[in-house]
């Protein structure tokens, strides 16, 4: 491919110096080069300009910081706007932590596979700060969790796609750090393959230069997986009163899980396709699938409970133990089979 068609797409909060001869770099190994200056006010103005002057480098600019999921966006509208395809988009982060060679390397992966997402993924070794490394290894499981799909460094901002996936990249919600965990789930659930490139890992000052703010943008990261808990424990809830309800009036240990169970299933399908997994599989897809999930479960929990009141435990605190397996079954089921990706009627 005609390297005239690499755009390197930097979104910029409040960078040093050090920005300008990266960017200098970049357009000396071919790339056109969009910087989103976004809201790092009158401080950074000289930084910018200079950008704005040199030959390959626009300059697009927030009046008021925005975040980086919104910098990326803006900078993608105006490259599907005035660049003819096609053509390889990479984005980078502004703090000198990527390489202009694995920046390349990356670029190269994706005009290959032009379907794909390309990671530049850090392996986390040598000198790498406690909080990014603990960090990263929380969110790859979380990740994992959430979406199916194995992928090292879910935190890299370093990452190549074709013109063909542009339009999807703005499709994805999310304006601040949030939108990069979110360009990934919407990639495992669409089906698009997610490639990684081993790249160098790169921290300076013990990364004191990110923006990251670790309780505020990681509770934005970590949404999904609490969307399906706070769906999950709503079932629950609804789920544990009927039980609770129904046993008092019956004393039955089955009749009263099975009522309960039929009138909750019913809330938790609706809730986890609409609010958690988003899924636009076909109700005629999915809630078979989900029925016979539910029926399993609630097979297996029924005989659990049973099995753990004749070992004497009270039914109110068993059913509360055997919930509690019931979850994590159900979530890796409901991700991987009944609303994952390609599942229409």
Not at 85 to 100: E, F, L, R, S
Not at 229 to 251: E, I, N, R
Not at 329 to 335: A, E, K, P, T
Request: glycine fraction near 8%; hydrophobic fraction near 45%.
């Amino acid at each position: 491919m005609d390297t005239s068609k690499r755009i390197v797409l930097i979104p910029a909060y409040q960078p040093d110096t050090a920005l300008i001869p990266f960017t200098e770099d970049l357009v000396s190994a071919g790339f056109q080069a969009i910087v989103v200056d976004d809201g790092s006010g009158a401080a950074c103005a000289e930084i910018f300009t200079r950008l704005s002057g040199m030959e390959g480098v626009t300059v697009l600019t927030h009046e008021i910081n925005r975040g980086k999921g919104a910098a990326l966006k803006t900078g993608l509208r105006y490259i599907a706007d005035h660049f003819p395809i096609p053509y390889t988009v990479v984005t980078a982060d502004a703090d000198g932590q990527h390489k202009v060679g694995d920046i390349c390397r990356v670029c190269r992966e994706a005009e290959t596979s032009p379907e794909a997402l390309v990671l530049g993924s850090r392996r986390f070794d040598g000198q790498v700060p406690l909080r990014s490394r603990i960090g990263n290894t929380i969110t790859r499981t979380v990740f994992r969790l959430t979406s199916g799909a194995k992928v090292y460094d879910t935190q890299t901002g370093l990452r190549a796609f074709s013109d063909e996936l542009v339009p999807r990249m703005l499709a994805v919600s999310g304006d601040r750090y949030e939108y990069e965990m979110q360009v990934l789930l919407t990639a495992a659930r669409s089906g698009i393959p997610l490639r990684e490139i081993w790249i160098e890992t790169v921290y300076f000052d013990g990364n004191a230069s990110s923006h990251f703010d670790t309780v505020r943008d990681s509770f934005r990261i970590y949404r999904e997986i609490l969307h399906f808990s706070g769906a999950s424990l709503v079932s629950f809830c609804l789920d544990y009163l009927l039980f609770c309800c129904f046993l008092a009036v019956s004393g039955s240990l089955v009749l009263s899980n099975v009522a309960a169970r039929l009138i909750s299933a019913a809330c938790n399908y609706t809730l986890n396709r609409r609010l958690v997994f988003r899924s636009d599989a076909a109700v005629s897809a999915s809630a078979p699938a989900y029925a016979l999930l539910a029926a399993l479960i609630l097979l297996s929990g029924t005989v659990l409970l049973k099995g753990l009141s004749l070992l004497g435990i009270s039914g109110y605190l068993a059913k509360i133990a055997v919930e509690v397996v019931m979850f994590a079954v159900s979530f890796i089921v409901q991700r991987s089979c009944v609303f994952r990706p390609g599942i229409r009627s």
